[in-house]
């Protein structure tokens, strides 16, 4: 019989199913649900049992994990109708690593806090190779306590795990992060393009790049996706353009004014208007193309 606490895994995607493949690899008992049956059917037959609703997930289980699209996806599953809020018991964890608006983050932290158990927002960066690899850097806003009782869960997801502070607190972290990557995204898809424009080998310029002060792991990975022109989504350039929507909303919350959020923010959504919601964030690359050089 099991010493491990039971977790609840609600949302399967992209990003999900490998994170609740590596806790069922780490020897947790799972109950899992998603919206697509056949994706819980797979992990069913790997070892985790099916839950019929949220609310159903969250009475099963010691601690519930969700990791979903957006904020309105996360208060539906927590909060609506046989949500999780409905079945989780007093005492458990809930734990959100979805990219939402902190002020959700705190919204259904109060909600589940009414229940008598514990939340943490705990987003994560490293796409879909992290999340398979399960060296997914995972930014925490909650409790100390909580935080503590489920770090041993996080290690089986992630490597760089960090208690950021408050609830809220790892959402806004998400978003800096969210930030950093969709401003370099576009400096990168920037940078080869002005290298191919001007008639200089886009590849040779990366691989030089690589190796002084403008390496990133951006430059190294994304880079070599525009070079391929292989834009198959590890994450998806709409749930970029949802981040930049958070990051813009979170900084004008705040009072600040950030030049380079709203940039890129413009970019994604260009791509997204242009009918690129679909492929990879590093698509933004596909954006640029040269002009005609203006007549002297």
Do not use: C, W
């Not at 972290?173 to 393009?193: C, M, P, S």
């Amino acid at each position: 019989m099991s010493t491990k606490p039971t977790i609840g895994f609600i949302g399967l995607g992209i990003m999900g199913k490998p994170m609740a493949r590596n806790l069922l690899k780490a020897g947790y008992p799972l109950v899992v649900h998603t919206r697509k049956r056949a994706t819980v059917d797979e992990l069913v037959a790997e070892g985790a049992k099916a839950g019929s609703s949220p609310r159903d997930v969250a009475a099963q289980s010691d601690v519930v994990i969700t990791m979903l699209p957006d904020s309105p996806d996360v208060e539906e599953v927590v909060l609506g109708k046989d949500g999780v809020a409905e079945g989780i018991k007093p005492g458990a964890i809930y734990v959100d690593m979805s990219t939402i608006a902190p002020a959700s983050a705190r919204r259904v932290a109060e909600t589940v806090g009414e229940k008598g158990a514990q939340a943490l927002d705990a987003p994560v960066s490293g796409g879909e190779k992290g999340a398979i690899e399960a060296t997914l850097s995972i930014m925490a806003g909650g409790p100390q306590g909580a935080f503590d009782a489920v770090e041993p869960i996080f290690k089986a997801m992630g490597k760089n795990i960090v208690l950021v502070g408050p609830s809220g607190a790892g959402q806004i972290a998400k978003a800096a992060n969210q930030l950093v990557v969709g401003v370099t995204i576009e400096a990168v898809a920037e940078a080869l393009a002005l290298a191919e424009a001007a008639g200089v080998d886009p590849a040779k310029v990366r691989s030089v790049l690589l190796g002084g002060f403008a390496q990133s792991r951006i430059l190294d990975l994304h880079g070599q996706r525009m070079l391929e022109g292989n834009f198959q989504p590890g994450f998806k350039s709409r749930l970029h353009q949802k981040d930049m929507r958070i990051v813009d909303q979170t900084a004008r919350e705040s009072g600040l004014d950030a030049p380079a959020a709203k940039l890129a923010l413009d970019r994604f959504t260009a791509l997204v208007e242009g009918g690129g919601g679909e492929r990879d964030h590093s698509a933004l690359r596909t954006l640029l193309k040269a002009k005609e050089p203006a007549t002297r």
